[in-house]
């Protein structure tokens, strides 16, 4: 059996409306689900969520959200095909936010960050449905090392237009927009939603 796992890890800094990105790279097991909230339809992010102390010394930030997507996959032995799974959750422990300065504009602007990083593992996850399940493990290996590399390329390029138009959460009316565009394309990616058996 052989496995490769990848995580991209992108930090949300919100000073009252604004945001800062930090993509540090880690090899990791898949994290314990309740220490994190994975993407979901139904459950979506709340304060709650949001366990950690509020980081010392920064008198002006209101909230920060780690958002983590982390990709794998495996070739049973014999003529089994490989399985695939791309996932995106939020690490509840590291994520803060000051009670007494957040409120619900911000959680919308973390959530539809959260929202583009779900869509992106649903293109993640039809682009893994294409490689020849009957590959070598090698090809295999770099089939989805150039798909994961070009999936995160194009993420980092929405995230910066996003953070751009949004002004970083203060223009709520382009957050409601990038929202609405986001779904839209999530409802036509339905079927690569992600399964439940990866992530509960």
């Known amino acids: 059996m052989r496995f490769k796992i990848f995580i991209f890890i992108v930090v949300v800094t919100v000073i009252m409306f604004s945001s800062c990105y930090a993509p540090p790279y880690v090899y990791d097991p898949f ?3 309740t220490e994190v909230v994975y993407w979901s339809a139904i459950r979506r992010l709340e304060w ?6 509020i980081a010392p010394n920064n008198p ?15 070739k049973p032995s014999g003529d089994y095909p490989p399985k695939f799974r791309a996932v995106c959750y939020v690490e509840k422990s590291l994520c803060w936010a000051d ?11 973390h959530q539809t960050l959260f929202d583009i990083y779900e869509l992106f593992m ?7 449905s294409k490689i020849y399940s009957f590959a070598s493990s090698s090809q295999i290996s770099s089939n989805v090392a150039s798909i994961v590399r070009a999936n995160e390329n194009a993420l980092n390029l929405t995230l910066q ?16 927009r990038w929202s609405g565009d986001v779904f839209a394309q999530l409802k036509e990616l339905e079927s690569f939603k992600a399964d439940t ?3 509960p």
């Open 48 to 53: 709650k969520d949001f366990v950690n102390r």
């Open 60 to 74: 002006l930030t209101a909230s920060e959200v780690f958002i983590r997507t982390q990709y794998d996959w495996n």
């Open 31 to 33: 994290p314990n689900p």
């Open 161 to 176: 237009n996003y953070y751009r138009d949004t002004k970083r959460g203060a223009n709520l009316t382009e957050v409601n």
């Open 197 to 199: 058996a990866f992530a």
């Open 99 to 109: 009670k007494r300065y957040v409120n619900d504009n911000q959680l919308f602007y």
């Open 122 to 128: 649903r293109r993640m996850r039809q682009d893994f």
